[in-house]
C-alpha cells in the first residue's frame, strides 16, 4: 500500500471522527458551545478526576486542547461557560480555579 493510499484513509477516518463527534455533541446538547468553549470544556473534565475536581485555570490553559488559543480568547471561553453553567468558580477557593458546572454534571450523569 503506498503512502498517499495511507494517508488518504487517514484523512477519511479523520473525517468521519469528527462527524461522530459532531452528532455526539449535538446528542450531548452541547453543539451550541463554540470550539474553543467546547475544547475547554473537554480539558476541565479530563483535567478532573471526579465531577467535583478542582481544576486550576492554569492547568486548563497548558491542557493540550486549550494551548493553541490565544489568552484572551481562552478567558472569553472560560467566562462563557460559567455563564452558562457548564463550568463554575470553586467553591471556598481562591481565583482561578474551576470546577464542573451543573449543566455538565447533568451531561455525566
Request: hydrophobic fraction near 45%; glycine fraction near 4%.
Amino acid at each position: 500500500m503506498d503512502e498517499r493510499m495511507t494517508a488518504s484513509r487517514r484523512f477519511h477516518s479523520v473525517a468521519q471522527l469528527r462527524e461522530l463527534l459532531l452528532g455526539l455533541e449535538h446528542d450531548l446538547g452541547i453543539a451550541e458551545l463554540s470550539r474553543n468553549e467546547l475544547d475547554v470544556l473537554y480539558a476541565v473534565k479530563l483535567l478532573g478526576e471526579t465531577e467535583d475536581s478542582i481544576v486550576r485555570s492554569d492547568a486548563i490553559r497548558r491542557h493540550t486542547l486549550c494551548s493553541a488559543i490565544a489568552t484572551p480568547t481562552f478567558h472569553r471561553a472560560l467566562r462563557a461557560l460559567v455563564e452558562k453553567g457548564f463550568v463554575d468558580h470553586a467553591p471556598m477557593t481562591k481565583a482561578r480555579a474551576y470546577k464542573l458546572g451543573r449543566r455538565a454534571a447533568q451531561i455525566a450523569h
